[in-house]
């Protein structure tokens, strides 16, 4: 776990490059912030990552 209690902040987390990193990250031990403009991609992201044995934290859904 090279990134254990290390913190990123992931933009594009929502598809390609940045879903990628966010899942990288992610089981190297980071804590990730996944940013994207798309809310829906972003929280299957996170339900794929939960799925894998990854905690989660929500936050509201925002204003479209």
Avoid: N, W, Y
Avoid at 3 to 15: K, N
Avoid at 17 to 46: I, N, P, Y
Wanted: positive net charge; proline residues 3%.
């Amino acid at each position: 776990m090279r990134l254990h209690a290390r913190t990123a902040i992931i933009t594009g987390a929502g598809s390609g490059f940045g879903a990628a990193m966010t899942k990288r990250f992610s089981q190297e031990g980071a804590r990730v912030l996944a940013c994207d403009r798309d809310f829906d991609a972003v929280e299957r992201l996170c339900e794929e990552l939960v799925s894998h044995g990854r905690s989660r934290s929500t936050s509201p859904e925002p204003t479209r």
